[in-house]
């Protein structure tokens, strides 16, 4: 199964965005609603550990790259 299931073939705006209010989390790519969904149910929101992980690997290849002069 996808991890992002459809909402229909209409074409949706942000201001329909904000009327939902089923729980679930939405997605607009395009004017296409998309349901974030995970293996289990809904897929959750990154955590603070993820969030430091994934900040701490940019700076890392962020830094090696510009001190080379490889990446501008």
């Known amino acids: 199964m996808s991890l992002l299931q459809k909402r229909s073939d209409q074409k949706y705006s942000y201001a329909d965005y ?3 209010n089923d729980g679930q989390r939405w ?3 395009d004017g296409e609603a998309y349901l974030l ?3 289990v149910g809904l897929a959750p929101a990154p955590n603070r550990f993820h969030q430091e992980l994934s ?3 940019f700076y890392q290849f962020f830094a090696y ?3 080379n002069g490889m990446c501008q």
Do not use: A, M, R
Request: hydrophobic letters at 40%; glycine letters at 20%.
């Open 27 to 29: 997605e607009l790519i």
């Open 37 to 39: 969904q995970g293996p």
């Open 18 to 20: 904000l009327t939902w």
């Open 65 to 67: 790259l510009k001190g």
């Open 55 to 57: 900040g701490t690997l």
